[in-house]
């Protein structure tokens, strides 16, 4: 048995030590007496987590998840590699709101991806719909022309034959017909998330209660947190039990107001990349639907300005929050343990960690303000 010592484990407290085989593979997971003199390998306090799991991310490498063609599925293949490169495991494929047909084509190119999985590829999950029950006060960058309102047959309309391939559903909960929505895709086994909403506290409460479970982008394309009207977050935050997905770019949300959220609601902010089709490319101007998207210093902007996503790798937001934060552990946990809670990971991180090579985790050294990651080995 090889053994690593002086280990930290994000959400765990103290520090542990680590029995790996021959191969790699952890065996053994092991609190590090205080007492005890550190055996093996030691790590020196750094921290070891799994790869990052992003639940919005809307393409990379040029191309859009939303207009993907049987033609692209070699290109998105490299994507997957390319993600696995820069530290992320899996991700929830986002599709944002678009016509029908690009809609099911999309998710049938995501099937036969999802079907070509191979070793050094980050996985796909089940497709993210961003949309199309948006509210359009809220709309964003969402095209106007594709907007509807929920209903159960606009649902099939989009999702008939690809149920099981849905991981998640953004929607406003306030408008009319989207309770029967939330209904369906509850007994789908599919979690719905508020976003793109102009739900008041009371709606949002109301949603929760109905099983919503999540929040995308939070603060973004919602009511703020007002001291009069305090919106969903404020909901979220009390009820206590329904994640928020954070862009840590300091762009859509001001660095002390990432700080102030994840310090109020600790276990319940996660990061997300909402990286759009120029991931992995180069700043300019590029194309996303018959729009131009201009990127610049990793932020993305339509012509008139509205803000529509980044190109900023997932574990980036780590880094940027951490450094906001001083709490380099938090800011870990919310890309790597916290969206596999969500997801229905159960147990302890040391107990999900016993059989996954130690090749297929991450190793985070330095301190908060200089927080850099690597493979673990």
Avoid: K
Avoid at 13 to 37: F, H, K, N, T
Avoid at 70 to 78: A, Y
Wanted: with cysteine.
């Amino acid at each position: 048995m090889r053994w690593l010592s002086c280990v930290r484990l994000p959400t765990e407290p103290g520090q542990w030590r680590i029995g790996l085989d021959r191969q790699g593979v952890i065996q053994q997971v092991q609190p590090l007496p205080a007492s005890s003199a550190a055996r093996g390998e030691s790590w020196r306090g750094d921290w070891l987590s799994p790869m990052g799991i992003d639940l919005q991310i809307n393409g990379g490498l040029g191309l859009a998840f939303p207009e993907l063609t049987p033609g692209d599925l070699p290109r998105l293949l490299e994507l997957l590699e390319r993600l696995w490169r820069d530290g992320v495991e899996a991700i929830a494929p986002t599709l944002v709101t678009c016509g029908i047909p690009e809609l099911r084509q999309a998710l049938a190119v995501l099937r036969e991806a999802r079907a070509a999985h191979q070793p050094g590829r980050c996985r796909l999950l089940g497709a993210h719909l961003e949309g199309p029950f948006l509210a359009e006060a809220r709309r964003g960058a969402h095209p106007r022309q594709h907007l509807a309102a929920p209903s159960l047959e606009a649902l099939n309309a989009r999702i008939a034959g690809h149920e099981q391939e849905i991981a998640l559903v953004t929607l406003a909960p306030e408008l009319a017909g989207a309770g029967e929505v939330i209904g369906a895709l509850q007994e789908l086994g599919i979690l719905v998330s508020l976003g793109h909403s102009e739900a008041t506290e009371a709606q949002a409460a109301e949603a929760f209660h109905q099983g919503v479970g999540m929040i995308t982008h939070a603060f973004n394309a919602m009511p703020g947190l007002h001291h009069r009207a305090p919106g969903p977050i404020a909901a979220a935050a009390l009820r206590g039990d329904v994640a928020l997905g954070l862009i840590a770019d300091g762009v859509h949300v001001a660095p002390s107001m990432a700080v102030l959220l994840q310090r109020l609601l600790p276990e319940q902010v996660l990061l997300v990349s909402d990286a759009l089709a120029p991931y992995g490319l180069a700043d300019g101007v590029h194309r996303w639907d018959e729009r131009a998207l201009i990127v610049e210093n990793g932020s993305c902007r339509l012509e008139d300005g509205t803000l529509a996503g980044v190109t900023l790798p997932l574990l980036e937001a780590v880094r940027r929050l951490a450094s906001w934060s001083g709490d380099a552990e938090q800011a870990i946990a919310a890309a790597t343990v916290l969206p596999r809670r969500l997801l229905g990971g159960t147990g302890p991180l040391p107990q999900q960690l016993i059989g996954r090579p130690l090749a297929e985790l991450l190793r985070w050294s330095g301190d908060a303000g200089d927080l850099r990651w690597s493979r673990a080995a």
